[in-house]
């Protein structure tokens, strides 16, 4: 299988050394630095001490490889439209392009979902269109990615825990592609499932994170102290039944309390979440796939979301005063 990975950073150089170990060829799309080691000393995994170490073929320009059987794109959400303006060559009528990101993406309004607003552009993630253009929804295959990766230097990522990916068709049939995909992605020895619809999913994901991780942007805290102060929780909970509500209106039932929510996130302890993590590495962050979304989603769907955009005012006059919004 012709096999590429576009955004060899935490989550996308963890499935590749994955894809390698189980015998792929490994095509990766770098730049920098990242292709530089890349191209020097393959890319490697950290488990603890023990480093695994596998070849890729590292190159700037998707030019040089052509049309991909896979893609996996793994980039933060502030660089995907970048990354649409060049993937073209490696996408042919046949290639499958994961897209292991977090947040609401793109094609999420796809493959018949969303009930009244289905097929309905989301301005807020793909604000003209570009994205959905370079990379069409027909070759996309969702994914959540249930796991906590990070580089400890440009081409060496190192794992911390989970071990999980949900996949799925954005009309969540059980297409032979996806099914191929899934038996090769569990050869790698991540645990893989199928959802009969990403969609939920994704949006499940969300739930935790549209709120933690502004905040913990906004208050430079950790998921421990987020979760420990009553007003805060309080205020995450507003924020989440809108959400909830949201959901429930294109057709995901979330059968949890914030509450119920809350216990998963405290089991987290003293966690920076990626995006206070963004903050202070200096990287810009996912506000627009994480929260602006969300408010958008409100709008096409007529829930009041005072509690979102009171989370979206406060997260995004911090991260431009910090030049990341
Ligand atoms: N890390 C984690 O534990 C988890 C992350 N996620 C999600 O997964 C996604 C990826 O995150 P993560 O892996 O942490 O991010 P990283 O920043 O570690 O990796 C992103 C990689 O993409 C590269 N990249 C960005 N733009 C381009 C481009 N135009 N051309 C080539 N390479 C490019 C970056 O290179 P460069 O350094 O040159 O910018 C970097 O190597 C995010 O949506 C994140 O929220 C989800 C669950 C857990
Ligand atoms: C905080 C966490 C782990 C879950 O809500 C997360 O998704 C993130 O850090 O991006």
């Known amino acids: 299988m012709k096999i590429c990975i576009y955004g060899a950073g935490a989550i996308g150089g963890w499935i590749g050394v994955g894809l390698a170990q189980a015998g792929e060829r490994l095509n990766v799309v770098a730049r920098g630095a990242t292709l530089e080691a890349l191209q020097r000393d393959g890319l490697s995994l ?6 695994t170490r596998v070849p890729v073929n590292a190159v700037a ?21 970048g990354v649409a303006e060049r993937i073209g060559p490696l996408i042919g ?10 947040g609401v993406p793109w094609w999420f309004l796809e493959g018949g979902f969303g009930g009244p607003i289905t097929g309905h552009r989301l301005a807020a993630v793909d604000p003209d269109g570009a994205i959905a253009r370079a990379i069409p ?3 996309v295959v969702g994914c959540v990615v249930h796991a906590s990766c990070s580089l400890d230097a440009p ?14 068709e ?5 297409t032979p592609r996806v099914q191929k995909l899934l038996a090769l992605l569990k050869s790698t020895g991540i645990d893989t499932t199928l959802s009969p619809q990403i969609q939920k999913d994704v949006w499940f994901k969300l739930w935790g994170n549209m709120t933690v991780n502004p905040i913990s942007a906004l208050t ?57 993590q963004d903050v202070e590495a200096g990287r810009s962050v996912e ?23 009171a989370l979206l005012g406060l997260a995004r006059l911090r991260t431009r005063q910090l030049g990341l919004y």
């Open 170 to 174: 954005p009309s969540g049939e059980a």
């Open 46 to 51: 950290m488990r603890g001490d023990v480093r």
């Open 93 to 102: 009528a046949d290639t499958i392009v994961l897209v292991a990101m977090n």
């Open 137 to 139: 929804s027909r070759n």
């Open 287 to 309: 506000l627009d796939a994480l929260v602006t979304v969300v408010r958008e989603l409100g709008e096409l769907t007529a829930v009041a979301t005072p509690f979102t955009d």
């Open 220 to 276: 430079g805290c950790t998921t421990d102290l987020i979760m420990g102060d009553d007003y805060v929780r309080g205020f995450i909970s507003a924020v989440m039944l809108e959400a909830k509500e949201i959901g429930r209106r294109i057709g995901i039932e979330i059968t949890q309390s914030p509450e119920d929510r809350h216990e998963i996130t405290k089991k987290l302890g003293a966690f920076k979440t990626s995006m206070l």
């Open 61 to 81: 320009d998707p030019e040089a490889l052509g049309v991909q059987d896979l893609v996996v794109i793994a980039v933060k959400a502030p660089a995907l439209a």
């Open 155 to 168: 081409g060496v990522v190192r794992h911390h825990f989970g071990n999980g990916l949900i996949i799925g």
